[in-house]
């Protein structure tokens, strides 16, 4: 009766320490997220642009086909998603499919549109609740009808949300869109002395949305890639060797707080 009383008040003691120590843990993670969140007040960070870069190496290394790199991409975009509406972002701007990813292999475009029209059928009410607002920037009319309608309906179910703004860049390329907005000025007669940066920038897909402040990059390439080239012309730029399925919350704010240490001189 003594050995089971003494084995009662150890497993008792191990898991007050248990509960304890994720107290702790606990206490720790809202301490970083408030901090995170007084340094974006600090520094105005309201727009991260995102190249999701890593999806099939990822894949490749630990031998798994490419389509469960592109699912997990999927999982650390809502891990990313939940982070900035935590910190207080306003916009969150992702390369989703470029206008070069065409010339991938057919059963891999045909797989990322599927996963598109999936994910948002899945997660556009939890989105929804949780006050996301969804756009996308692209020539979304190259694609199928079927998923030019659940992306509509995406749009229109959201636009009323007052939480972070989630900008997709799909079938998205810079330059095409600059093509877009100089065809735009054309058509509306615009005299060459009035074309103003300005009114370029009220013509690109992302009219309305403040420029990126950050762009990062996983997957350690050190390029553009055809990526918001007129909107990133004074953002920061912070390039992770991290592939895009592992990136979560605490390599945004490793991400965030590398930004505060910058100084943003625009050209000054």
């Known amino acids: 009766m003594k050995i089971i009383t003494q084995t009662n008040i150890f497993t008792n003691s191990f898991i007050d320490i248990l509960h304890i120590c994720n107290i702790i843990k606990i206490m720790k993670t ?29 894949a490749k290394e630990k031998n798994l086909p490419s389509a469960m790199g592109h699912k997990k991409g999927v999982d650390a975009l809502k891990a990313t998603l939940r982070a900035c509406k935590d910190f207080g972002i306003k ?6 499919f470029s206008t070069e990813n065409w010339n991938r292999k057919k059963e891999e475009v045909d797989f990322l549109m599927e996963l598109l029209a999936i994910t948002l059928t899945n997660e556009l009410a939890e989105m929804h609740s949780e006050g996301v607002i969804i756009s996308f920037i692209g020539d979304i009319s190259k694609l199928s009808d079927k998923l030019q ?39 509306k007669g615009v005299k060459p002395e009035d074309i103003t940066e300005d009114l370029i920038s009220e013509n690109l897909y992302t009219k309305n949305i403040p420029d990126p402040d950050l762009l990062i990059r996983t997957g350690g390439e050190m390029r553009i890639s055809n990526y918001l080239l007129w909107q990133i012309a004074y953002s920061e730029i912070y390039i992770t060797k991290q592939y895009w399925p592992e990136f979560d919350k605490n390599s945004l704010i490793l991400a965030i707080e590398e930004f505060h240490n910058r100084q943003r001189r625009f050209g000054k």
């Open 30 to 58: 809202l301490e970083k997220d408030l901090i995170t969140s007084q340094t974006v007040k600090e520094t105005n960070l309201q727009h991260i642009a995102i190249i999701m870069d890593g999806n099939r190496r990822w």
């Open 91 to 96: 916009y969150l701007t992702v390369y989703a």
């Open 149 to 187: 309608k659940i992306l509509a309906n995406s749009v229109e179910t959201t636009k009323n949300n007052t939480g972070v703004h989630l900008q997709i860049a799909f079938n998205y390329g810079s330059r095409d869109e600059i093509v877009y907005a100089v065809k735009n000025i054309i058509a």
